[in-house]
Each structure stands twice: as C-alpha cells, then as structure tokens.
C-alpha cells in the first residue's frame, strides 16, 4: 500500500469517520478499496472500445499527475481506439465541479465532432438541473454559495 493510500485510510478514519458516522465504511468502500484495487489496464480490454475516447486532464490535479493520462493514451492508441487528451486549464482535481463551463464545451465540441449536427436543433439558452427542487428541499439556497467558494472551503454544507 502505497503511503498516500496509507494517509488517506487514516483521513477517512480520523476525519470523516465521527462526520458519516455508520456510513463510514461505504466512503472506505468508494475511496480506499477503490485505490487499492486497482490493476492496470490490459490491450484485450481496451480493444473492445469502439467509440471515440477524450481524456480530460485538469493541470492543477495533485492526485493524477498528467503522465498517467498520457500512459493511458498510448494505451488507447496500441489498443487502436480513437482517442484524445485536452488539458483542463487551472483546475484541480474533480475540475468539472470547479469549472464546469469550460467542462461542459469539452464535452460538447467532442460530442457534436461526432454527430450530423444539420439535424439538430439549436441548444437551449438556459439549462436548468432537473434536480434543483430536490435540492432546495435538503437546504441549497440557490444564489447562495457558488461551486468555487465550496470547493475552496469558505462555505460549510
């Protein structure tokens, strides 16, 4: 077990532990074990993708540095799979929550690439999250805090 796994075991046990209470066992669950039993990818595996692949690499991301992304692309392309890697510019680990415009012109320009877009309509000017009355009922203030300032550690959930 690598020491960052070992320090993030302790994390969850010293840190989230008394916060999830009995569930803290489904974070070990999702986060260490996740880590721990990890294998590398095999070329058998990769072969069967037969859509087109974008890796979206946040540069500020301390927990993958950009060299596993770029293992995982000359993996992708032995394995013959159409593959791509973009650099998320300024941010962090989990950048689709701390920069999710740039995130979501990522995906869209990847997707559309794809598509016949002379039979689509044009895209909506306003997105809404179909959950946003689920969240209002579990205390989100809409207005009240943005992703950055939780992300940051200013704002207590």
């Given at each position: 077990m690598s020491k960052n796994v070992r320090l993030y075991a302790v994390f969850?046990?010293?840190?989230?532990?008394p916060i999830?209470?009995?569930?803290a066992h489904l974070i070990q669950l999702i986060t260490v074990q996740f880590f721990?039993?990890?294998h590398p990818f095999e070329g058998s595996s990769l072969?069967?993708?037969r859509a087109p692949v974008l890796l979206v690499h946040c540069s500020e991301d301390i927990v993958y540095?950009?060299?596993?992304?770029?293992?995982?692309?000359?993996l992708l392309h032995a394995a013959d799979v159409d593959a791509n890697l973009v650099t998320l510019e300024g941010a962090p680990h989990w950048g689709n929550a701390t920069h999710p415009e740039e995130t979501?012109?990522?995906l869209y320009e990847f997707v559309m690439s794809g598509c016949d877009t002379s039979?689509?309509?044009p895209p909506p000017e306003i997105v809404e999250s179909p959950f946003l009355?689920?969240?209002a009922r579990h205390g989100l203030v809409e207005g009240e805090a943005d992703v950055e300032e939780v992300a940051s550690g200013c704002v207590k959930l």
């Open positions: 969850v046990s010293c840190i989230l532990h999830a209470g009995d569930n721990l039993n990890q072969e069967r993708i540095p950009r060299r596993h992304a770029e293992a995982l692309l000359e979501n012109a990522l039979k689509l309509p009355e689920e969240l």
